[in-house]
């Protein structure tokens, strides 16, 4: 799967991105909170990995989208995230809570895109003064 978008540069189809959420949103299991969350990612080579929320009966090990997500981009390959689109069970964009905004920076670094209810933002944006990988060094 891919929008065969590649290269730092190239600008990224929002549109598109935020169907395959949508689409992915559609199968989340959601069955205590009734929120069904899907997310999509761009990776650097124009692949799109997705993910959607996955709930148990013991509540607290409830699997977030972007959890699912980030799976599937090592599981497929790996690579870097240039933009993601998280959307809710109308396909409004969705804001990734903290936990998941962490996972996201370590994916996709400060320059990533996400697509929030306040527009286009880079992770820099939403997560400011990170914790990351050059802390521990
Ligand atoms: N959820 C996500 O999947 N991602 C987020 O960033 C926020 C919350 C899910 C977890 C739970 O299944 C449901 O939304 C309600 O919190």
Redo the contacts with the bound molecule.
């Keep these: 799967m891919g929008l065969g978008i590649t290269g730092p540069d190239a600008p990224v189809d929002w549109d598109a991105l935020r169907r395959y959420a949508i689409e992915v949103m559609g199968r989340?299991y959601?069955p205590?909170?009734n929120?069904k969350?899907g997310?999509a990612g761009l990776v650097d080579d124009g692949r799109v990995v997705l993910g959607?929320?996955?709930?148990n009966a013991a509540y607290g090990v409830?699997?977030?989208?972007?959890?699912g997500m980030v799976s599937a981009l090592h599981a497929t390959g790996g690579g870097r995230l240039r933009a993601v689109a998280?959307v809710n069970a109308d396909g409004e964009p969705?804001?990734?809570?903290g936990?998941?905004r962490q996972l996201l920076w370590e994916n996709g670094g400060p320059e990533m895109q996400l697509m929030t209810p306040r527009g286009v933002q880079t992770m820099s944006e939403v997560l400011p003064d990170a914790f990351g990988a050059d802390d521990l060094t």
């Design positions: 989340a959601a205590y909170s929120f969350v997310v959607c929320n996955v709930e409830a699997l977030c989208a972007e959890c998280c969705l804001m990734p809570c936990r998941c």
